[in-house]
C-alpha cells in the first residue's frame, strides 16, 4: 500500500479535506495535492505531525497499510460551511487587544510626562524629575504588551501559515464596518486632540498631553478597528505567509507560480520594512525637536505610504 492511499484515506475518514489538512500541517493546498497525486513527497517534520494528527507510526503511515482502519467519528471535522480548525480567528482578536492597548499605553505614558513636566500643574520639583521615569515606564508597560503579543502571532504564523477563507459574507461586511468606524472614530478623536492644543496654547504642557490622550484613545480605536477588519482578509494573511519563507523553503515547494508569488511577496514585506524604518528614523529625530508633542505622527504617515505602495502594486496586477 503506497503513502498516497494511506493519507488519501486517513483525510476522508476524519471528512477532512486537502485545505484543512494543509492548515493543520502548515503548508498549502498545493503541496498537499501534490503528496497525493505522487509528485511530491512531505519533508520529516511534516510526516510526524501527520503521525501525530492520525495516530499512527511513520512506518504505518509510509509503508503500512491503514486503508482498513475504521472511520474515528470524535475526531471528523464537521461538513458543511468551512470551519476554523486553527483558532485563527480568537489568535488576531486577542492580538487585536493588546496591540492597540500596547500603542495606547506608551502615548499615554509620555502625556503624564508631560503633565508631571508643567510646573503650572505639579508645582513640586521633586515630583517633576519623575517624569522621564514615568516615560519609560509607559513604554516598559506597552512593549509588555505588545512584544509577546507579536511573538504569539508569529509563531501562530509560522505554524499555520496558510488559512482556508471560512468566514461568511456577513462576517465580512461586519468587519468592514468595525474598521469604517474605527477609522471615522479615530479621526475625530485626532481632531479633538489637535483642538485642545489650540485651546490650550497658553500652556505648552498641558497642550501636549491633551493631544497625546486623544492621539492615545484614536490610536487605540484605529488599530484595533483596522485589524478587526482586516483579519476577514486571508488571501492577505496567506501572502504575508509566502513572503516569510526563506528560499529553501520556496524551492522546497515545487510549484513555479506559488515560488513567484513568494519572491514577489517578500519583495513587497521588504519594502513595507524599509518604509517603517525610516518612519521609525524620523519619529526618533522629531522627539528630541520642538516638534517633539508630533513625533508619533511618523508612523501613521509610514502606514499610509505603506497603503500606497499596496494599491500601486495591486493596480499592476502585482498579486
Same mark, same amino acid.
Given at each position: 500500500m503506497s %503513502?498516497?492511499?494511506n493519507?488519501?484515506?486517513l483525510r476522508? $475518514?476524519r ?12 503548508v =498549502?493546498?498545493? =503541496?498537499? $495535492?501534490?503528496w ?16 501525530a494528527?492520525f495516530d ?11 486503508t ?5 467519528g470524535?475526531?471528523r471535522v &464537521?461538513?458543511?460551511?468551512?470551519q ?6 480568537q489568535a488576531m482578536r486577542?492580538? *487585536? ?14 502625556? +503624564?510626562?508631560?503633565?508631571? $513636566?508643567?510646573?503650572a %500643574?505639579?508645582?513640586?520639583p521633586? /515630583?517633576?524629575? +519623575?517624569a522621564t521615569?514615568? /516615560? %519609560?515606564?509607559?513604554?516598559a ?6 512584544l509577546?503579543a507579536?511573538?504569539?502571532?508569529s509563531?501562530?504564523?509560522k505554524?499555520?501559515?496558510f488559512?482556508? #477563507?471560512?468566514y461568511? *459574507? #456577513?462576517q465580512r461586511s461586519?468587519a468592514r =464596518?468595525?474598521m ?11 481632531m479633538?486632540?489637535?483642538?485642545a492644543t ?29 485589524l478587526?477588519g =482586516?483579519r476577514?482578509n486571508l ?10 519563507m $526563506?528560499?529553501?523553503?520556496?524551492a ?8 513567484a ?7 513587497e514585506?521588504g519594502a513595507?520594512?524599509? /518604509?517603517?524604518?525610516?518612519a ?6 522629531l522627539?528630541f525637536? &520642538?516638534? *517633539?508633542?508630533f %513625533?508619533?505622527?511618523?508612523w &501613521? /504617515?509610514g502606514g499610509i505610504?505603506c ?5 500601486l ?7
Amino acid at each position: 500500500m503506497s %503513502f498516497r492511499d494511506n493519507m488519501q484515506h486517513l483525510r476522508a $475518514s476524519r471528512n477532512m479535506t486537502q485545505e484543512q489538512l494543509a492548515m493543520l500541517l502548515g503548508v =498549502s493546498r498545493q =503541496s498537499v $495535492s501534490k503528496w497525493e497525486a505522487e509528485r511530491a513527497y512531505p519533508e520529516m517534520d511534516k510526516l510526524l505531525r501527520m503521525c501525530a494528527l492520525f495516530d499512527c507510526t511513520l512506518d504505518e503511515l509510509v509503508c503500512g497499510d491503514l486503508t482498513a482502519r475504521p472511520s474515528d467519528g470524535t475526531a471528523r471535522v &464537521p461538513a458543511g460551511k468551512p470551519q476554523d480548525v486553527t483558532g485563527y480567528d480568537q489568535a488576531m482578536r486577542t492580538f *487585536a487587544w493588546k496591540l492597540p492597548l500596547g500603542i495606547a499605553v506608551v502615548m499615554l505614558g509620555a502625556a +503624564l510626562a508631560l503633565l508631571l $513636566s508643567d510646573p503650572a %500643574f505639579v508645582p513640586v520639583p521633586e /515630583v517633576r524629575n +519623575l517624569a522621564t521615569v514615568t /516615560v %519609560f515606564v509607559g513604554a516598559a508597560v506597552g512593549l509588555a504588551l505588545v512584544l509577546p503579543a507579536s511573538f504569539e502571532r508569529s509563531a501562530f504564523r509560522k505554524e499555520h501559515p496558510f488559512v482556508d #477563507d471560512f468566514y461568511t *459574507a #456577513d462576517q465580512r461586511s461586519q468587519a468592514r =464596518s468595525l474598521m469604517t468606524t474605527g477609522l471615522v472614530v479615530g479621526a475625530v478623536l485626532l481632531m479633538a486632540g489637535l483642538a485642545a492644543t489650540i485651546v490650550l496654547q497658553a500652556d505648552v504642557w498641558l497642550a501636549g498631553a491633551a493631544f497625546l490622550v486623544c492621539a492615545a484613545a484614536g490610536a487605540f480605536v484605529v488599530v484595533r478597528g483596522c485589524l478587526l477588519g =482586516s483579519r476577514c482578509n486571508l488571501a492577505r494573511y496567506n501572502r504575508r505567509s509566502l513572503g516569510g519563507m $526563506s528560499e529553501e523553503q520556496i524551492a522546497a515547494m515545487g510549484d513555479d507560480d506559488l515560488a513567484a508569488r513568494a519572491r514577489r511577496a517578500k519583495r513587497e514585506r521588504g519594502a513595507y520594512a524599509a /518604509v517603517m524604518c525610516a518612519a521609525t528614523a524620523v519619529g526618533l529625530v522629531l522627539a528630541f525637536t &520642538p516638534a *517633539a508633542a508630533f %513625533f508619533l505622527l511618523a508612523w &501613521p /504617515v509610514g502606514g499610509i505610504v505603506c497603503l500606497a505602495i499596496r494599491a500601486l502594486r495591486t493596480a499592476r496586477g502585482d498579486r
